[in-house]
């Protein structure tokens, strides 16, 4: 890991070696940033995105590792309260989860264009903050920002947004004092919960307050009794986070038939997949139990050993099979 002291960092020659690179490589990122990112879109989910994409930047091999060492040696220096719950060691989608259990109210809400409201000034102040002079900063912001903003794909992105919102969740946390309730943030997905929860005037009063802004179409008020979810995860059992019903209803599904049928014909029962996307079907399966063994790892297993057992009978085709997405997943039991 490489330690970056912010504070003696004062031009592009100290900065090159503190992150092992050549001058001329920062110079060229400076000069023409655009030319080391990629642009991918990727399709949005649901029926009323249909036709919509997810902007995510892919970034050149060198800047990449000098983005992932620069936020490497930010996030060692940095502790975040409890209710910063994205992109923070031994934090995550189930841990944040977890603070919202068995509550009267779960208020969920995100950030609209999340990354991109987040702007080259605000990101120079968190390295001033670290303790950068105004050149390092301005070098180390051009280093980790595209177009005048953060982008979703950059190793950097994460930790400092974080930083960024260190105010905005201040404000947010004395706002579920004053209703009683519970508060966390994973990303740009907000949640809310408890017998009462923040109406959407304070919400936004907050938000405006940073520049940011509430995206209507993701505003969910979800009443016991009923469908909880917190970041992707039900949040109905007073315990721990579950993986939703839905999910292991299809995966057991797809599991059964397979068991049965095949894998070639699996599908016609199912209606999940067709011939040209089989690749894409087994990546998913894999990607489910992957994502089930990080939340219930006891009902992952059984999964995964049923899966297992499709492929030593031979029901899935040789060049289908991949053993170490399948195997790799038992250490984490």
Not at 50 to 58: A, D, L, M, P
Not at 96 to 107: I, M, Q, R
Not at 110 to 130: A, G, H, M, R
Not at 303 to 326: S, T, V
Request: glycine fraction near 4%; charged fraction near 25%; include cysteine.
């Amino acid at each position: 890991m490489i330690e970056l002291d912010f504070k003696s960092l004062e031009n592009i020659d100290h900065i090159a070696r503190a992150v092992n690179c050549l001058p001329s490589f920062i110079h060229q990122v400076l000069e023409r940033t655009s030319l080391f990112y990629n642009i991918k879109k990727i399709p949005k989910k649901g029926k009323r995105q249909k036709g919509q994409y997810r902007i995510i930047y892919e970034v050149e091999l060198e800047l990449n590792i000098i983005q992932k060492n620069i936020s490497t040696a930010i996030t060692s220096k940095q502790q975040f309260h409890e209710y910063v719950q994205g992109f923070v060691s031994k934090r995550s989608i189930a841990t944040n989860a977890s603070l919202h259990l068995s509550k009267k109210y779960v208020l969920n809400l995100d950030i609209k264009n999340f990354f991109d409201s987040i702007t080259q000034k605000q990101v120079s102040d968190v390295f001033k903050e670290l303790g950068c002079t105004e050149r390092s900063a301005e070098i180390f912001t051009k280093l980790c920002t595209l177009n005048g903003h953060l982008v979703q794909g950059a190793s950097t992105s994460p930790v400092l947004a974080n930083l960024v919102c260190k105010e905005l969740d201040q404000d947010f946390a004395r706002l579920a004092q004053q209703y009683n309730c519970s508060y966390s943030r994973y990303a740009d997905d907000i949640t809310f919960s408890g017998d009462l929860t923040p109406g959407k005037k304070d919400i936004e009063k907050c938000l405006n307050k940073y520049e940011f802004e509430l995206n209507p179409a993701k505003w969910k008020h979800q009443r016991r009794g009923r469908s909880q979810y917190v970041t992707g995860l039900t949040v109905f059992d007073n315990t721990k986070p579950r993986i939703p019903k839905f999910i292991k209803k299809q995966l057991r599904q797809i599991l059964y038939y397979a068991s049965k049928y095949g894998w070639d014909n699996h599908e016609s029962k199912v209606n999940s997949c067709n011939h040209k996307n089989m690749h894409y079907e087994i990546k998913r399966i894999n990607g489910l139990i992957a994502f089930m063994y990080s939340v219930e790892p006891e009902r992952a297993l059984q999964f995964d050993l049923q899966w297992q057992k499709i492929i030593k009978e031979g029901l899935l085709d040789e060049n289908q099979r991949d053993p170490h997405a399948i195997f790799a997943r038992h250490s984490r039991v």
